[in-house]
């Protein structure tokens, strides 16, 4: 009753999965990812203790097919399920049970596995692959897989309508303030339009947490300095450090405010004064 996308990045740094479904929060089942071992996505009658065993089988340095090949050799329950993996180098491997319900079937390629069931019918992984295979290597894997999801949902999608979706990407060090492998984790567990909804919390993930590129990064002259101080003052800081962290900018202005994100400059800029 589900359908997504696992996927690893053009440039081999990055792992992820993106799926939605007519089902309470999705996210709390279907996906998982680990940097430098790879990602899955386990549905239909999931086993939710796919995950732990995949990850630990690439991590072990099976590839996707071995690691499917284990986890279905274990499990009494394979012909209802319905799982797709990519690992380390991008190789992939779904199954679809041949008891899972109509209609239900994946499509695989390098570096990706969609597989969907319960859907409006095939087409809906087609246009999944089309998206997947025809967006820009160089942007970055969430909004990719975002593209594919949204793609299979205007083809049709779940056949019993919509309920949630959830984003999880993977990469080294690219989590909150770089201490984990966390680039985005996004759910909507429960909307009307879950993926529109999926795609406004991406935004904000961009620019609340996701680290300045150096090509984002403004060096702070003595100048701009002071006008970062003054403005952080007119609205009550103790000093401009305060109040990004107040706002929550601190992923995007350096610690030593050595440089601040053009974004978070932008925003400073065009906020009025305070007694305006």
């Known amino acids: 009753m589900t359908f997504s996308i696992v996927a690893r990045s053009a440039d081999g740094e990055s792992w992820g999965v993106a799926v939605a479904s007519k089902f309470l929060a999705v996210g709390s089942a279907v996906p998982a990812a680990v940097a430098g071992v790879g990602a899955i996505a386990t549905q239909a009658d999931a086993n939710v203790a796919y995950k732990g065993q995949a990850l630990a089988h690439l991590d072990d340095g099976a590839t996707a097919s071995v690691a499917l090949q284990r986890l279905l050799e274990d499990d009494e329950g394979r012909d209802h399920r319905q799982v797709g993996i990519v690992d380390v180098d991008g190789g992939s491997a779904s199954h679809t049970g041949h008891a899972c319900l109509e209609w239900a079937g994946s499509l695989t390629g390098e570096g990706y596995a969609i597989q969907g069931n319960i859907l409006t019918g095939e087409d809906v992984v087609e246009a999944m692959q089309t998206a997947w295979q025809t967006s820009d290597p160089d942007v970055s894997l969430a909004r990719r897989l975002l593209e594919a999801l ?53 935004t904000l993930s961009e620019l609340y947490l996701t680290a300045s590129t150096e090509e984002e990064k403004v060096p702070v002259t003595k100048e701009l300095e002071e006008e970062l101080q003054s403005f952080a003052h007119e609205r009550g800081a103790h000093d401009f450090q305060a109040w990004v ?8 202005v350096a610690p030593d405010l050595s440089w601040i994100d053009q974004k978070i400059l932008d925003i400073v800029r065009s906020t009025p004064a305070k007694d305006a």
Do not use: C, K, W
């Open 245 to 252: 962290g107040t706002e929550n900018y601190e992923m995007r």
């Open 150 to 202: 949204t793609a299979g949902d205007q083809a049709g999608g779940d056949s019993r309508g919509r309920q949630s979706a959830a984003l999880l990407v993977v990469e080294e060090g690219a989590g909150y303030g770089g201490l984990d492998d966390i680039a985005v984790d996004l759910r909507v567990d429960d909307h009307t339009e879950p993926i529109p909804e999926l795609a406004r919390l991406l």
